[in-house]
């Protein structure tokens, strides 16, 4: 990739900062608040985003070698991968059938198909996975708050709270019925990317290519960590966040930019998970994080330490550390707000990294 292209890519950090069965938490909701969680219901993109990411995790564990425990997808059950197949095709007719319902203005049956297609996705999901998938579904809506939050990734808006309501409703929900949670957790991952992509309408091929670099470095950077022993844990989240991200340059590639942002996303947020498995993490995970994004600065001021003071790599570098220093701040209170700021960090230090050396 040129330098000047890169150059517009990371440009794009800084526009606005650096960037139950039934349907009771839909129906309780503000007009417009309702109405945006109705759209990315039917969404398209956002509805084959989630079942590519359902497609390149099953991908994976085929000829994968047996994990040893405790990670996302690390129980997986690889007998159930061909019925969970078939419940991601009936999930897929019936979100289209919710599209063409939206279409026709038959909003109350397009509710009621695509809610029944995200309960065939958690199905698929717990029937491989199980409840393990529940709890990394759970850490990446987790993410995908903190960053709306922070001001990290775009502006926060009205719709953060039902995000934060679906991801209530989905704890109260995991006891008594683990695949209604979890399709509440996917429905909160859908309404957060429908969020991001409202504040790039504009200018959303170049966020979708942005988001497809910044994927290939998250990647590389987890990789990096992982090294030649990563476990099979590792290994196979990686190979699902590389999966996504493959994915997600083929949607840019087609001019389906919506769909390469959200799967792009995905694939940073995969690849952090690679990281919180390295075992050789010390158990502060905030400590190590810091440690991760402290390396990553260092590679970057050695990088830029012939570039102009007020170039735009140094300015953005500078800025990055001034995120950091914010994600220190709050690492006591807040400590998992702080692990996902320090992970953007450490991704975007890398890029300055890799934009400098190309230069």
């Not at 007998?79 to 599209?99: C, G, K, N, P, W």
Request: negative net charge; charged residues 25%; glycine residues 6%.
């Amino acid at each position: 990739m040129s330098s000047s292209k890169l150059s517009g890519l990371l440009a794009l950090l800084l526009v606005g900062g650096l960037a139950a069965c039934d349907e009771s938490s839909i129906t309780g909701l503000a007009d417009g608040i309702e109405q945006a969680i109705l759209e990315a219901m039917v969404d398209e993109d956002l509805s084959d985003a989630m079942l590519i990411d359902l497609d390149a995790a099953l991908s994976e564990v085929i000829g994968a070698p047996a994990p040893s425990g405790g990670a996302l997808l690390s129980v997986p059950n690889p007998e159930a991968i061909d019925d969970a197949r078939v419940l991601m095709e009936q999930a897929r007719e019936r979100f289209r059938e919710a599209r063409q319902a939206w279409i026709e203005g038959r909003g109350e049956d397009a509710v009621a198909l695509a809610l029944q297609a995200r309960m065939l996705v958690a199905e698929a999901y717990l029937l491989v996975f199980g409840e393990e998938a529940y709890d990394r579904l759970l850490d990446r809506v987790d993410h995908l708050i903190t960053w709306l939050e922070e001001r990290v990734d775009g502006e926060t808006s009205d719709l953060l709270g039902s995000i934060r309501d679906l991801r209530v409703e989905a704890e109260s929900l995991k006891d008594t019925d683990l695949v209604a949670a979890t399709e509440r957790l996917l429905l909160a991952i859908q309404a957060a990317h429908a969020e991001q992509v409202r504040h790039r309408h504009r200018e959303m091929a170049q966020h979708a290519r942005h988001s497809v670099f910044m994927a290939t470095m998250a990647i590389q950077l987890a990789g990096e960590i992982a090294g030649p022993d990563a476990t099979a844990e590792q290994q196979h989240a990686l190979r699902h966040a590389v999966h996504v991200r493959n994915d997600a340059a083929l949607a840019l590639e087609a001019g389906r930019f919506r769909l390469a942002f959200a799967l792009a996303r995905g694939a940073v947020n995969i690849s952090l998970v690679v990281v919180m498995l390295e075992p050789d993490l010390p158990d502060n995970k905030v400590l190590a994080l810091i440690e991760v994004s402290d390396g990553a600065i260092a590679d970057a001021e050695a990088a830029v330490a012939n570039e102009p003071p007020n170039s735009f790599l140094v300015n953005l570098l500078e800025h990055i550390q001034l995120l950091q220093v914010r994600a220190i701040q709050i690492s006591d209170s807040q400590p998992r707000a702080a692990i996902y700021i320090l992970w953007h960090v450490a991704v975007t230090a890398e890029a300055i990294t890799e934009m400098a050396t190309a230069a």
